[in-house]
């Protein structure tokens, strides 16, 4: 979905690395949220932000850290990359309960991190 | 806590014969259900949901569900299979009073010409 856009779209960085996958959106959502997909296991919630103020662990925040800087921008950040953490890394936005649309989110077009 | 199951890693089917791909899921109180198709090196894309209403939704690309609350099941149909339908595809839950989406490990569908 061009409305919600990540950077890098692909990043090989080492053991140790310090690293910060971005995104942004045009929607005008309130609320976005950072997943990551590994083959077999679909996708896992790692942190979501209903508004600038608010954030939230999810399934599997340990290793990982986020920056909601503004409503359009939430960035997640890997202090100190390991190997397991290599994975394909989505963004993605909703808008507030009630407003009609039901709740579906809305996806960038992925980060591919490899960390050797 | 809520989870969502889709029983098959991969289903094959030829061009123009229907197709489902199936989803059950668990949750407290009344479930929100949606299902996101990926293509190769895209991000998901929304296809179709359940909020309320007719247990049969309609959605993008010619795709339909069937809300069944009696097997906790949303499994997704098309009546003619085309090869361009060949992705991977998620089935999500979230609970009405919840705040995250819980996504399925995902289903590749694969059709032949």
């Known amino acids: 979905d061009a409305d919600v856009t990540q950077t890098p779209r692909n990043r090989i960085t080492k053991t140790g690395k310090r690293i910060m996958l971005e995104c942004s959106q045009t929607?005008?959502?309130?609320?976005m949220y950072w997943y990551r997909q590994d083959p077999g296991l679909g996708l896992r919630l790692i942190y979501y932000s209903f508004d600038v103020k608010d954030i939230n662990k999810g399934e599997i925040s340990d290793g990982y850290s986020v920056s909601r800087q503004a409503q359009a921008k939430f960035s997640l950040s890997l202090e100190s990359a390991i190997p397991n953490q290599t994975a394909l890394y989505f963004c993605?936005?909703?808008?507030?309960?009630?407003?009609?649309?039901?709740?579906?989110?809305?996806f960038g077009p992925g980060t591919r991190l490899t960390v050797l | 806590a809520q989870s969502v199951a889709q029983p098959e890693d991969q289903v094959n089917v030829a061009e123009g014969n229907p197709l489902t791909v199936k989803c059950t899921y668990s949750?407290?109180?009344?479930?929100?259900l949606f299902w996101y198709v990926q293509y190769p090196n895209r991000g998901l894309q929304f296809l179709l949901k359940y909020i309320t209403g007719d247990n049969l939704v309609k959605g993008s690309y010619g795709f339909e569900a069937e809300f069944n609350k009696s097997q906790t099941s949303f499994h997704l149909k098309k009546p003619s299979a085309l090869v361009s339908d060949s992705a991977l595809y998620f089935c999500a839950v979230k609970a009405q009073a919840g705040t995250a989406l819980i996504f399925g490990k995902g289903t590749t569908l694969s059709v032949s010409s």
């Open positions: 929607k005008g959502h309130d609320r």
């Open positions: 993605a936005t909703s808008d507030l309960p009630g407003t009609g649309v039901g709740n579906e989110q809305f």
């Open positions: 949750v407290s109180g009344n479930p929100y």
